[in-house]
Structures are given as structure tokens and as C-alpha cells.
């Protein structure tokens, strides 16, 4: 077998950005990914950075130094991120009290500001009318998910890192290392980092190890390149996905992941559009918190409620040409990420878990490397998977 510093699993924003910090520090490493064209939560996000949501000093400090990150990270890595910043819009619905849907965002490090209908409208042209009370608006950072993965992997490889497309089914640690066995061959590694986000989980039950990391089905629709112009990233004010996750990340609610039949927490629909560079639209989204990562939904309804929700506020959207798709998002029971090693495996590391991946990934991931050569980071150390034992 050969031997790496490090082997990462995923080849995700996750994995690509580990890796080519870990590679910079001049370890020897390998990035798994299974897909060549990859499926995962990457692929199909907003590449949304909400730099402005830290609600902690923790948060608001990885959060100021993403966005510093993001601002060079295009010439850091020698390829194009298509960083911009642009309005994000928040629309309040009719019957909700605007006065209390922006009361609740003011523990935010930058609280967005109020519009009435008439300005929100000035500012995002596809907006309906009838259907908003108000909305929120904040500056907001973005880049295309895609290329900003290429641009990592690709900087990973000129640093010296090793990329193979192979499925990891099992890990073992035995001895101080660690035995990656795949679809293609095995390898041995004196650590591993599992980035596969809703699949961690899974990956990881298979060296008999049970993390507090979970997932939802996230479903989208995703546009060709289109004529119709957005010109903001459109979310509602009053967002149900992180309260679902809380309820579904619950301790007493964990028996229920360990069965594959199960569906821990009600599905939500969060109405939001993004529209990237290059013309094609991101709508969405129905998030679904089913304990089977391959479980069965119905797509055409999927597409059918996500089509009639976003029409709500962007009529225009409604019936654009697109296609549904699905993937797993990992999340954790506090909004942290799983970030180190598992309970009673030093070698055998979890980096999944991310609810505002973009913002607070890029430091997350350069500060990890840190720690593997010099001292303790203490802000890591906060993000440990043993913080919920």
C-alpha cells in the first residue's frame, strides 16, 4: 500500500481546500473523490458567503477572516473564484410584522436594514409586489461553487498533492495509522480526515465510530443559462432550515439516525434564487431530514412545490426550463462544525458540519493545517466532535 501523511476523503469545497492547506504545509496528501463529476452539497449551493451572520465571537471572527480570505483567495490560488459581492435580499410575506422579523437579526455582527415593499422592489425588479410586507437587505459576498473547487484542487496538485477518483467503502485505524480501502485500491495513512459532509456519518460507522454530524436532502431546481436577470441573491426573512436542524439534531432524537427508516424532523421549504456569472439560476429549496441518505422522494412534486413557492416572490422564476436535483447537506445539533478528531481515534479525523460553509470554511481549514505543525489552536479546539460526549 502506499502511505500518505494524510489521506482526505471528498473532494468537495471541504476536502479541496483541507487538502491543499495541508499540502502547503508540505505534507504528503491524498484527496478521494469518488465521482468525477461530483453530486455532492458543493455542486449544487448558492456559494453564498454571509459574512455578515456572525452571532458569536467565534462566528464573527471566522467570519471577518473568510471574507478577507475570499477577497485575495483568486490570486492565492492562481485561478478564477468569480468572487463578488452583491445585495442580499430578505423578503418579509404578507402578514408577518416587519418591525419583528429585523428584531430578530440585530444579534447579527451586520444587521441588514429595512426596506419597505416600494425599495425592495427598486432593488430586485422581479420581486412581487403583492406578496411582500417589506424586506431586509445586507451586503453579501458569492462566488461560483464549482470553480472555486477547481481553483482549490488545481493549486492542491501544483503544491504536490495527489488526486485519485475511487469510492472509499471502509476505514480501519490499527497501530497508529490508518487503512483506506476502495473501489480501486487501499491505502495507509497516519491520518485520515473524512470531508464527505451528509455521508461522514456513514464512512465513518464503518471503523465503529458513531459522530453527532447528520444531514438533510437538500432538492433544487437548476437553470440552463437564462435571459432573465436577478440582481440579488433572494432568501426569505423568516428561514425554517436552521430551526429544523436544531430539532432534528436534539440528543434525544439521536436513536432515530440510527435507523433507516425514519424522518426525525417535519420538511421545510426556504423559497430563494441565486443566478451566477454565467446566467444559470439556482432555485430553491426543500430540506428534508430523512435518516436514509438513498431514501425515495418524489421529485416531481419536490419540483412542483419548489417552482410554486419561489413563483410567489419571483414570478418570473416560476416557470423557467430546469432540472431537479438532490443532495446531502451535513449539519451538527449547534451550528458548529465537527472539526478533529473522533472520540478515542487520534488518527481518524471528521471536517464536516458546516452551516455557512463558504464564510468560515477557508480559515477553518488554513487554521486545522496550522495546528498540524505548530501549536494548539484554541479556536479548533472549541469545534472538537468530543464537545458533545
Known amino acids: 500500500m502506499k502511505t500518505y501523511d494524510w489521506v482526505v476523503v471528498g473532494g468537495g469545497l471541504v476536502g479541496a481546500a483541507l487538502s491543499y492547506e495541508l499540502a502547503s504545509k508540505k505534507f504528503s496528501v491524498l484527496l478521494l473523490e469518488q465521482h468525477s463529476t461530483p453530486e455532492n452539497a458543493t455542486r449544487y449551493s448558492y456559494g453564498g458567503i454571509a459574512y455578515w451572520s456572525g452571532t458569536t465571537p467565534l462566528t464573527r471572527q471566522l467570519c471577518q477572516e473568510g471574507i478577507a480570505i475570499h477577497r485575495n483567495l483568486s490570486a492565492e490560488l492562481d485561478s478564477e473564484t468569480q468572487f463578488r459581492e452583491l445585495d442580499l435580499l430578505l423578503p418579509i410575506a404578507q402578514g408577518s410584522d416587519p418591525q419583528k422579523v429585523a428584531a430578530s437579526y440585530r444579534g447579527f455582527a451586520i444587521p441588514p436594514s429595512l426596506l419597505d415593499a416600494e425599495a425592495a422592489?427598486?432593488?430586485?425588479?422581479?420581486?412581487?409586489?403583492?406578496?411582500?410586507?417589506?424586506?431586509?437587505?445586507?451586503?453579501?459576498?458569492?462566488?461560483?461553487?464549482?470553480?472555486?473547487?477547481?481553483?482549490?484542487?488545481?493549486?492542491?496538485?501544483?503544491?504536490?498533492?495527489?488526486?485519485?477518483?475511487?469510492?472509499?467503502?471502509?476505514?480501519?485505524?490499527?497501530?497508529?495509522?490508518?487503512?483506506?480501502?476502495?473501489?480501486?485500491?487501499?491505502?495507509?495513512?497516519?491520518?485520515?480526515?473524512?470531508?464527505?459532509?451528509?455521508?461522514?456519518?456513514?464512512?465513518?460507522?464503518?471503523?465503529?465510530?458513531?459522530?453527532?454530524?447528520?444531514?438533510?436532502?437538500?432538492?433544487?431546481i437548476e437553470t440552463p443559462s437564462v435571459d432573465v436577470k436577478l440582481q440579488a441573491l433572494v432568501m426569505p426573512a423568516e428561514t425554517q432550515r436552521f430551526q429544523m436542524e436544531a430539532e432534528a439534531g436534539k440528543l434525544e432524537k439521536a436513536p432515530l439516525w440510527e435507523q433507516q427508516t425514519q424522518e426525525v424532523a417535519p420538511p421545510i421549504l426556504d423559497p430563494g434564487a441565486i443566478q451566477f456569472v454565467d446566467g444559470r439560476i439556482r432555485i430553491g429549496q426543500i430540506s428534508r431530514t430523512l435518516t436514509n441518505p438513498q431514501a425515495q422522494v418524489d421529485a416531481?412534486?419536490?419540483?412542483?412545490?419548489?417552482?410554486?413557492?419561489?413563483?410567489?416572490?419571483?414570478?418570473?422564476?416560476?416557470?423557467?426550463?430546469?432540472?431537479?436535483?438532490?443532495?446531502?447537506?451535513?449539519?451538527?445539533?449547534?451550528?458548529?462544525?465537527?472539526?478533529?478528531?473522533?472520540?478515542?481515534?487520534?488518527?481518524?479525523?471528521?471536517?464536516?458540519?458546516?452551516?455557512?460553509?463558504?464564510?468560515?470554511?477557508?480559515?477553518?481549514?488554513?487554521?486545522?493545517?496550522?495546528?498540524?505543525?505548530?501549536?494548539?489552536?484554541?479556536?479548533?479546539?472549541?469545534?472538537?466532535?468530543?464537545?458533545?460526549?
Open 300 to 389: 416531481a412534486q419536490s419540483e412542483a412545490d419548489i417552482r410554486a413557492a419561489v413563483g410567489q416572490f419571483l414570478p418570473a422564476l416560476k416557470d423557467l426550463p430546469g432540472n431537479w436535483h438532490r443532495c446531502l447537506v451535513a449539519f451538527s445539533g449547534d451550528r458548529l462544525p465537527l472539526i478533529g478528531p473522533v472520540p478515542e481515534h487520534n488518527h481518524l479525523h471528521i471536517f464536516a458540519g458546516f452551516s455557512n460553509p463558504f464564510a468560515i470554511l477557508p480559515p477553518l481549514a488554513k487554521r486545522f493545517a496550522n495546528c498540524m505543525t505548530e501549536k494548539q489552536d484554541e479556536l479548533i479546539a472549541q469545534l472538537s466532535p468530543g464537545r458533545f460526549a
Open 121 to 220: 422592489c427598486d432593488l430586485e425588479p422581479l420581486l412581487n409586489r403583492e406578496a411582500i410586507a417589506a424586506a431586509l437587505t445586507v451586503r453579501h459576498g458569492n462566488v461560483a461553487p464549482d470553480l472555486l473547487v477547481k481553483a482549490y484542487t488545481q493549486a492542491f496538485t501544483r503544491a504536490g498533492g495527489t488526486l485519485q477518483i475511487a469510492q472509499v467503502t471502509a476505514l480501519k485505524e490499527s497501530q497508529g495509522q490508518v487503512t483506506v480501502t476502495t473501489t480501486a485500491e487501499n491505502y495507509a495513512a497516519a491520518n485520515v480526515a473524512v470531508c464527505t459532509g451528509g455521508m461522514s456519518r456513514n464512512l465513518l460507522k464503518t471503523a465503529h465510530v458513531t459522530v453527532p454530524c447528520y444531514f438533510t436532502h437538500a432538492e433544487l
